[in-house]
């Protein structure tokens, strides 16, 4: 017997009018209700990620790896300085992965500079500190870090802790569901409802048509749709969910069907992914945090620290625990 939440969320395929059909909070949760509100995010070491890389540099090679910890940067925007104070192509800055603008964060970049020495001081920048370099022969690309590492404070959380320590001893236990969250959809669901008006138009194409960031939401939006039934019907544990694309699904015969009616209705968005050059792909519907640890201090400030594995999403396990609001200033 599940513990989800009572409310249900609609798995139709939307119309062009139905403006809150991408509600990602309406998206059903493992252990019931919050257990209550907190104010997430007012400060920028409210969320802290050290990206976790599993790689032994090799101290030579054509690409210099720069450690890096900025403060309310996105990922992209550094890569591009990089390239500039390098001199360098964009295309020749890598990096693992996203990470959150407003918050202090750790990773790391892949500058190719083959034949060339860089001085360091070359690349000093404002916008971040750089913590070390190294030469290594491979350029860093999407998915190649093994995690992340969170430390977040939730303020104004007014709730028993005794209780808190029980629903954080469930999820320790039992994992939470491994929804792609709101960062992924963009404010208010933007990036859905640009990816269905794409999809209307047969203009979801690809990566290479610049509507990449569309494709990845409307993919992750079918898999959440899928997590979200799975709640409802039963047992998350050693279940996959589908990450949309051509090919022949390698899902069990109990899964297949439960993905076959929940996505009865959004065969448009099947089909314009399948013809959009991905390939499916599965996905564990479980997401269980690693050394999960909580701490109180004055002012009912409760920080959270854990490590989750890449393409996860810190909120997904918050959501299990508060009711999360933020500034007014403070856009997603």
Avoid at 52 to 80: C, F, S, Y
Avoid at 207 to 235: C, M, P, Q
Wanted: aromatic fraction near 8%; include cysteine.
């Amino acid at each position: 017997m599940t513990e989800s939440s009572n409310t249900k969320l609609s798995i139709t395929e939307p119309s062009a009018d139905e403006s809150n059909q991408f509600d990602f909070h309406r998206m059903p949760r493992l252990f019931g209700e919050p257990l209550g509100r907190a104010l997430f995010r007012s400060q920028l070491e409210d969320f802290q990620v050290d990206e976790i890389i599993d790689l032994q540099p090799r101290g030579e090679g054509e690409h210099l790896l720069v450690h890096i910890r900025k403060r309310d940067q996105n990922t992209t925007w550094v890569a591009g300085l990089l390239a500039k104070l390098a001199g360098i192509k964009r295309n020749d800055v890598g990096y693992c992965g996203m990470k959150d603008r407003f918050a202090v964060t750790t990773q790391w970049y892949s500058l190719h500079i083959p034949g060339r020495e860089l001085d360091i001081e070359q690349l000093q920048h404002d916008d971040f500190e750089i913590i070390t370099s190294v030469r290594h022969n491979k350029k860093l690309r999407r998915g190649m870090h093994q995690g992340n590492q969170f430390k977040l404070v939730l303020r104004d959380f007014k709730v028993d802790p005794a209780i808190v320590a029980e629903r954080l001893l469930l999820i320790e236990q039992r994992g939470v569901p491994n929804y792609f969250a709101e960062q992924r959809f963009g404010h208010d669901g933007g990036n859905l409802h640009e990816a269905q008006r794409l999809i209307a138009a047969d203009q979801l194409k690809g990566n290479r048509h610049g509507t990449g960031i569309y494709l990845s939401a409307a993919r992750s939006w079918l898999f959440n749709l899928v997590v979200a039934k799975t709640i409802e019907g039963g047992d998350l544990n050693d279940q996959t969910g589908p990450l949309w694309g051509r090919g022949r699904s390698n899902a069990s015969a109990e899964s297949a069907l439960l993905e076959t009616e929940v996505l009865a209705d959004w065969q448009g968005w099947c089909y314009a992914l399948e013809h959009a050059g991905l390939k499916q792909e599965r996905r564990n519907l479980l997401l269980k945090p690693e050394n999960l640890d909580a701490t109180w201090s004055e002012n009912e400030c409760l920080t959270l620290s854990f490590a989750l594995p890449s393409g996860c999403f810190a909120t997904a396990l918050l959501r299990e625990v508060a009711e999360l609001f933020r500034p007014k200033f403070e856009a997603l």
